[in-house]
C-alpha cells in the first residue's frame, strides 16, 4: 500500500464513516484535550488521544510564542490510511505523549479545512527530503517557521527525532535559527511566479509539440500513465479530450478512451455501488487506496459526461449515473450540502480496521449469494487470478467491453444488463450489513462547487431533471450558508457552523459552478454572484504587481508566507480556474480588465506549461480558447430553454451560452428579444451571423463560421 502522496500542491484529501460526536468521545475515553471543542472529523478523532493536541488557531500560536517552545505541527485528513496508523501507534500511547506534552505545543491540522497551512509545511519538507505527504509531521520555532519534518514514523523514530531536535533547542538554538532562516527563503521561493512581459502568440503557440512530448508519458495498454501508483487526474484527460476532439487527432483520442474505459472497468471504480476511488496502487487500475473523495467524483463526472457528448458512448452514460446515484445515496445532506469523503478503512468482522474490508469478497461468498449466476459473474468481472487481491479476496474489475462480453457468452444484451442490476442489488445489500468506512461529513465550499459543476455537465448530457435540482439546492446552500453579506464565503461548513474563511479556491470553484448554473437555467442571479464574487477576490487576493491571485485573502492571520497557487494537480489549480472564469465573464459583461487579466495570467505560466504540461492542463485548455474560435450562443425567446437544452446535447467545448426569454438589457442580450419568435444567434469576437430559429441551423453556422 501507499503510505502517502506526494505532491507539491495542497488541494486533496480524505474520509470518514460514522460521525464522530462530542458525547461518544467523552464517554467513551480517558483523555480529552482541546480538539473535542472543533467541528472537523479529523480532528475530533484525535480529541482522545493523551497528546494535549490543540488546534491550529491564534491563542495556540501565541502560547507557543509565550512559552517559548517548539511546536508539533501534525497535518493529515480523515481518510488518510498511514495517519490512522501513526495515531494507533504513537499518539495514542503514553510515553510517546508524555515526550510531546513535556516540551512541545502540539497542533492537529485537518488539511482539507486550512490548505493554506498544509501548504506551507508541505513545501517545508519537500525542501528538507526530496518528498512529502500525510501523515505531515513538522517541528517549528514558536513563531511557525519550520526547522524539521517528515512523514510517517514508528513510534521508536518519532520519539528520538524530537527529542533531538529539542536537545538541539536548549543547547544549540542557534543552530535551529538560522536554519530556519535559509528554509523560509526556499520556501518563499518556491511558488513564486513572475510577470511575463514577453509577448505571447497564443494563435502560434506550439502546442502540437507540447503533446506530442506529453505522449511519451502515455500508457497504451492500461491507459494513463506509465507508472504506479496512478491517480485519474480528470483535468488532464478533459483537456486532452477537447484536443484530439477539435483537432480530429484519432490517435489521442483513442488514448483518452482507453483511459476513460479502464478506470471504469477497474477496481477503482466501485463496481457494485458506483463511485471512485482516489487512485489504483497498481498499472491496471485494480486495486485502488479505497478512499473515495467528493472532489474526485465531481471531476469524474464532469469528464464522463463531456466524453459521452464526445463519443456517444453508452459506458459513460452508465457510469456518470451510477456515480451519480452514489453520491445523492452516500455523500449529500438534508441540507442539499455535500460531504467530503468516505475512509479506506472498515472494521472487519473481528472488528480490525482494514483497508478496503467494506468492497472486497471472497470467491466462497460470491458463490453462496450469486447461486448459478456465479459462473458468468466470475466471467465478467474477472473472479480469477486477473482479479484476485490478497487473503483470497478479489476487488471486482472488468476486462473487456460489454459488446464482447455478450459476444463470448452468448447471450443478450437485455438479459446481461438485467444480470447486471441483479447481482448489484444483492451485493450492495450484503456488504450493507457490514460495518461501512466513516464518512467524514464536514462541507468544503471549494468541492462543493465542483461538484455543483458535475451535476451541471451530467444535465446537459443526459437532461435529467433531478440533476440540474440536486445542483440548484447546492448552489442556494451556497449562497444561504456560506455567502456573507459583505460578499466573502466561508471555507467549512459542519453542524449549523462555518468558521474558516474562504481560499482563492472556494471563490474560483463557485464562480465556475454559478457561470455553468446560468448557462442552463438562463437565471441572472447565478451570474450576478458570480460577477460579484469576483470583484470581491480583486479586493482581497489580486497582486497587481504579478497579475495573479494570492492563495489566501488579505484579512487572514499571516504565514510563514502568502503563496500563489498555479500548479494544476488532482484538482486544477485555483489561478487557472479563475484565469476561465474571467475569460468568460469577460465576454458575458463585456469587461476588458477581467479579459486582460485572464491573458496576463496564462502568459505568466507559460514558461513552466511548456516543460510540464500535465501540470498545467487547465490553463492549455484556457490557450485552446484563443487558439481557435470561440462562440457566443445567444438565446433570446419563449422557447430558450427548449433550445439551448438541445444545443447542450452537442460537445462544443469552445463555447458559451446566455439567453433571456424575455426582452433584457444585458450585454449579450440587449436588443434581441423578438415578440413570439425564439432566435439563436451564434457570435464570434462581436461578429455574428444571422440569427436561426432551429438548433440544427446554429449548429451548422458553428461548424461553417
Known amino acids: 500500500m501507499m503510505r502517502f502522496y506526494l505532491s507539491l500542491s495542497a488541494v ?25 471543542n472543533e467541528t472537523s472529523p479529523y480532528l475530533l478523532q484525535h480529541a482522545h488521544n493523551p497528546v494535549n493536541w490543540r488546534a491550529w488557531n491564534e491563542a495556540t500560536l501565541q502560547k507557543a510564542k509565550t512559552e517559548k517552545k517548539l511546536m508539533i505541527v501534525s497535518i493529515g485528513y480523515a481518510a488518510c490510511h498511514w495517519c490512522h496508523v501513526m495515531e494507533h501507534e504513537s499518539f495514542e500511547d503514553s510515553t510517546v505523549a508524555a515526550v510531546m506534552n513535556a516540551k512541545f505545543v502540539s497542533v492537529k491540522v485537518d488539511r482539507e479545512e486550512r490548505p493554506d497551512v498544509d501548504q506551507i509545511y508541505i513545501n517545508a519538507v519537500q525542501l528538507m527530503t526530496g518528498s512529502a505527504g500525510w501523515p505531515l509531521n513538522v517541528i517549528t520555532l514558536p513563531d511557525g517557521r519550520p526547522v524539521w519534518g517528515g ?11 524530537i527529542e533531538r531536535i529539542q536537545e538541539i533547542y536548549e543547547t544549540e538554538p542557534e543552530k535551529l535559527e538560522e536554519y530556519a532562516n535559509r528554509l523560509e527563503e526556499g520556501i518563499k521561493s518556491m511558488d513564486l511566479i513572475s510577470f511575463n512581459t514577453n509577448a ?40 486532452l479530450l477537447r484536443y484530439a476532439f477539435q483537432e480530429n487527432d484519432k490517435e489521442l483520442l483513442d488514448y483518452v478512451q482507453l483511459t476513460l474505459n479502464k478506470m471504469a472497468y477497474g ?11 482516489r487512485y489504483s496502487v497498481d498499472e491496471k487500475w485494480h486495486v485502488p487506496h479505497f478512499e473515495k473523495m467528493l472532489y474526485d467524483n465531481a471531476q469524474m463526472v464532469s469528464l464522463y459526461s463531456d466524453a459521452y457528448l464526445a463519443t456517444q458512448q453508452p459506458l459513460y452514460q452508465e457510469i456518470v449515473m451510477e456515480t451519480l446515484d452514489f453520491i445523492a445515496r452516500e455523500m449529500t445532506n438534508a441540507e442539499g450540502a455535500f460531504y467530503s469523503s468516505l475512509d479506506a478503512d472498515s472494521k472487519t468482522a473481528t472488528g480490525k480496521l482494514e483497508e478496503g474490508a467494506y468492497y472486497i469478497y471472497t470467491k466462497e461468498e460470491l458463490q453462496q449469494l450469486l447461486g448459478e449466476d456465479f459462473e458468468l459473474f466470475k466471467d465478467y468481472y474477472n473472479v480469477n487470478s486477473f482479479g484476485k487481491w490478497e487473503n483470497n479476496h478479489y ?41 461501512k468506512p466513516r464518512l467524514d461529513d464536514k462541507t468544503l465550499t471549494s468541492w462543493n462547487g465542483l461538484m455543483i459543476k458535475g451535476y451541471v ?55 465556475e459552478a454559478y457561470i455553468a448554473l ?56 485555483s489561478n487557472s480556474i479563475m484565469a476561465k472564469n474571467l475569460f468568460k465573464l469577460s465576454h458575458f459583461f463585456d469587461n476588458p480588465r477581467y479579459g486582460e487579466t485572464s491573458r496576463q495570467m496564462l502568459t505568466n505560466v507559460q ?64 436588443g434581441r428579444y423578438v415578440e413570439g419568435e425564439t432566435f439563436i444567434y451564434v457570435c464570434v469576437n462581436n461578429t455574428c451571423k444571422l440569427p436561426v430559429k432551429e438548433t440544427k441551423q446554429a449548429i451548422e453556422s458553428i461548424k461553417n463560421f
Not at 486533496?12 to 475515553?29: Q, R, V
Not at 511519451?216 to 501508483?229: E, I, L, M, S, V
Not at 477503482?268 to 476511488?277: H, N, P, R
Request: glycine content about 4%; aromatic content about 16%; proline content about 2%.
Open 12 to 36: 486533496f484529501l480524505l474520509l470518514f464513516s460514522c460521525t464522530t460526536s462530542k458525547k461518544e468521545i467523552l464517554e467513551t475515553h480517558a483523555y480529552t484535550n482541546e480538539l473535542i
Open 151 to 161: 512523514t510517517y514514523f514508528k513510534k521508536d523514530e518519532w520519539i528520538n527525532a
Open 200 to 239: 505571447m502568440n497564443f494563435k502560434t503557440y506550439p502546442t502540437a509539440d507540447i503533446i506530442r512530448s506529453w505522449e511519451k508519458t502515455f500508457d497504451h495498454q492500461f491507459g494513463g500513465y506509465k507508472r504506479a501508483p496512478k491517480f485519474m487526474m480528470p483535468n488532464n484527460y478533459h483537456y
Open 267 to 277: 477496481g477503482v471504480y466501485d463496481q457494485m455501488g458506483g463511485g471512485f476511488s
Open 395 to 435: 476487488v471486482l474489475i472488468r476486462d473487456q467491453s460489454d459488446a464482447e462480453f455478450i459476444s463470448e457468452a452468448e447471450i443478450t444484451s437485455e438479459l446481461l444488463q438485467q444480470k447486471k442490476q441483479q447481482w448489484k442489488k444483492v451485493l450492495l445489500a450484503y456488504r450493507n450489513k457490514r460495518d
Open 457 to 511: 455537465d451530467a444535465y446537459k448530457a443526459f437532461q435529467q431533471k433531478e440533476y440540474l435540482d440536486a445542483a440548484l439546492k447546492n448552489a442556494k446552500f451556497i449562497a444561504g450558508k456560506q455567502l456573507q453579506n459583505n460578499g466573502a464565503l466561508f471555507h467549512n461548513y459542519k453542524d449549523g457552523k462555518s468558521t474558516i474563511n474562504g481560499y482563492l479556491e472556494d471563490y474560483a470553484a463557485v464562480i
Open 518 to 573: 446560468y448557462e442552463v437555467t438562463m437565471d441572472e442571479q447565478w451570474i450576478i454572484k458570480a460577477k460579484k464574487m469576483t470583484d470581491y477576490t480583486f479586493d482581497y487576493f489580486f497582486d497587481e504587481e504579478k497579475h495573479m491571485f494570492y492563495f489566501t485573502s488579505k484579512e487572514d492571520a499571516k504565514l510563514v508566507t502568502r503563496n500563489f497557487e498555479y500548479r494544476d494537480n488532482v484538482i486544477p489549480a
Open 607 to 670: 514558461p513552466e506549461m511548456e516543460q510540464y504540461p500535465s501540470g498545467f492542463s487547465n490553463w492549455m485548455d484556457l490557450l485552446s480558447n484563443y487558439q481557435s474560435k470561440f462562440f457566443e450562443i445567444v438565446v433570446v425567446g419563449g422557447n430558450a430553454s427548449e433550445k439551448i437544452n438541445e444545443i447542450n446535447q452537442y460537445y462544443i467545448p469552445n463555447k458559451l451560452v446566455a439567453g433571456s426569454t424575455k426582452e433584457s438589457g444585458d450585454y449579450l442580450l440587449e
